[in-house]
């Protein structure tokens, strides 16, 4: 007994020294006694503030589901192959107002998706039905707007200065349950190629996030917003202390054209390449193993332009350094057309500086299905044919798509629609939108020869 009195002597006077007390001292300890009370360490104060500008939302809608019909029951009743069914489908996820005077409100894609109804609500009970600005699928943000007096909103922290280690709060609604409060650290940053997303540049945490946390807020601890909570990493759909968040640079450069145009307008560099590893930096003499390999370069684009070549070795942009080919991707994909953007080269051993002024990505490339359903399966660029003559370039095509079942080939390049010149995508699609034909015929160049497809 008098060991065990004495270990709790030593425990008493460790915990009176902590909280800047002497271990003999004749005073109560602070949590007996009521004058001499002593603040604990708390985030409480910064909650406060934070906490209102962080929202539930709640959708609505209909999901169009596709089966096939057995081949038995079409022998003997008929019908199509395919029975398209509609089903009703209700979600929940959370949002973060930033803009207080406007009433916008941002929170994940995939939160939204599809939603024929979306309501908005408030830490003080208050609901809104809220109308969708605008969304970019590959980067899963999306920017809605409710009509709205008294809001909070939350202050933007520069992404590009958080730091492995720093403290952050991830505040969301999970599984449901409204205003709930997670902490932890910036486990990594940069983080890409998990196949989660089109454009990967996530910061990671092992602040708790769990489903229903998605569209929410990861905060530091001045309560600025750092991230969007997006995604977790775990076996079961469960918080393993792995998550990540959409940075808030990157959902600033998104949420602010989505704002003026209603649509991201992506920025393109115009270079095909890939990580850099320790195999290519040895065969490329040189010191660092991170950064993002340019393999090519495109005639006429903005990194020709600017004076990238074949072999630069790209370690930074805007000052911040990169991990590989996937987050370069992800940062000139979040850029606005026209975009300035700085970047850091390694050319044969010597580091030097380049200025780039990124061009129209929707100008330059797009998913071919955008602008027609027969052309899905294409990816068409900006090009020339067989002749020098400008015109849109197949550079891709999926195998049995309804592009390649009309006749398309990779390397076609299309001139014309309906006998009027096109040069561009932009004009490409300019003249589709304006037809209205059942029957467009597109004039073709392929190799030397000059053919023509129809689509219906």
Known sequence: MKKSLRQMFVVSSVVASSLGMSANANAALPFFGEEKKQEMPTLAPMLEEAMPAVVSISVEGTQTATQRVPEMFRYFFGGPQEQVQERPFRGLGSGVIIDADKGYVVTNNHVVDNADEITVKLSDGREFTAKKLGAD???????????????????LSNSDSMRVGDYVVAIGNPFGLSQTVTSGIISAMGRSGLNIGGYEDYIQTDAAINRGNSGGALVNLRGELVGINTAIFGPNGGNVGIGFAIPSNMM????????????????????????????????????????????????????????????????????????????????????????????????????????????????????AETLHPALEGATLVNGKDAAGNDGIQVSDIERNSPAARIGLQAEDVIIGVNRQRVKTVAEFREKLDDSKDNVIALNIRRGNATIYLLIR
Request: hydrophobic letters at 45%; charged letters at 25%.
């Open 252 to 367: 600033k450069n998104l949420v602010d054209q989505i704002a003026e145009f209603g649509e991201v307008r992506r920025g393109l560099l115009g270079i095909m390449g890939n990580d850099v590893d320790a195999g290519l930096a040895k065969a490329m003499g040189v010191s660092s193993n991170r950064g993002a390999f340019v393999r090519e370069v495109t005639p006429e684009s903005a990194a020709e332009k600017a004076g990238l070549k074949a072999g630069d070795i790209i370690t930074e942009v805007n000052g911040r350094e990169l991990t590989g080919f996937r987050e370069l991707a992800a940062k000139i994909a979040s850029m606005g057309a026209g975009a300035e953007v700085e970047l850091t080269i390694v050319r044969e051993g010597d580091e030097q500086t380049v200025m780039v002024t990124l061009d129209d990505a929707a100008n330059s490339q797009v998913t």
């Open 137 to 155: 699928e590959q980067s899963d943000i999306a920017l809605l707007k409710i009509d709205a007096e008294d809001l909070t909103a939350l202050p």
